[in-house]
């Protein structure tokens, strides 16, 4: 069976710090991930899927397939990206259902 | 465009009331999910549509827990004889395409159901 562990609950950062948000993952076959953020009062929305290789709001996240993490990164956090992060993994069934994590509420102090 | 909508935002019941909780996807989506999200945890997969097909609904924690997609468009995920553990927040989700791999979902702001 698929899981996403997140095994930080509560990352507190000063602001211009780096933050990386950890994810680990078991899957059976090539995964592809996501990044979900929930800011506050806000729905949750994609920041950024493994595929794409993209950078967003200065975020970025490498699959390492040996490690099974896909963790995400910012060389300097700013409060604006105060916000709840979850990874999650698509399933090859169900349409893709999504499996996340427990989610890490990331919190920048200025 | 108009995102994911779902009503109502908040309900209140009380324990042994059935419930009705509605998803309007994005127009055109073929994919409808619904997800429960417990207090403190990530969403956990409930039910899926392709259309007015419900293709899985390999999520949903008991027989009280019924959703459906008549027409391939609003979806309504209706628990019965509501239970305080059924407390939670459901999200519905909608994707464009038939699940592919790089189809985004896109997620409503949630009904909040607290059983008393």
């Known amino acids: 069976a698929q899981r996403v562990t997140q095994p930080e609950k509560l990352l507190s950062v000063f602001k211009g710090a780096p933050v990386e948000l950890k994810c680990n993952y078991s899957?059976?076959?090539?995964?592809?991930l996501f990044w979900y953020v929930q800011y506050s009062r806000q729905r949750l929305q994609l920041l950024l899927r493994?595929?794409s290789r993209e950078s967003i709001k200065g975020f970025t996240a490498d699959l390492n397939k040996g490690e099974t993490s896909f963790h995400l990164k910012k060389p300097f956090a700013q409060e604006e990206d105060s916000a709840m992060y979850y990874c999650a993994l698509p399933n090859n069934n169900a349409g893709n259902m999504l499996t996340f994590g427990g989610g890490t509420r990331l919190m920048v102090k200025p | 465009g108009a995102g994911v909508s779902q009503s109502p935002r908040y309900k209140v019941a009380k324990r042994g009331q059935d419930v009705a909780l509605r998803c309007d996807p994005i127009?055109?989506?073929?994919?409808l999910f619904w997800y429960q999200q417990a207090l403190g945890q990530g969403p956990e997969f409930l039910t899926y549509f392709q259309n007015e097909a419900q293709l899985d609904k390999s999520g949903l924690p008991s027989d009280r827990f019924f959703a459906e997609r008549p027409e391939g468009s609003v979806s309504t995920l209706k628990i019965q004889r509501t239970q305080q553990e059924d407390s939670a927040v459901y999200l519905c989700?909608?994707?464009?395409?038939?699940?592919?791999?790089?189809?985004?979902?896109?997620f409503g702001p949630g009904t909040r159901l607290t059983v008393l």
């Open positions: 493994h595929i």
């Open positions: 989700a909608s994707s464009l395409g038939t699940g592919g791999r790089t189809d985004t979902q896109y």
């Open positions: 899957y059976s076959g090539s995964p592809e």
């Open positions: 127009s055109g989506h073929v994919s």
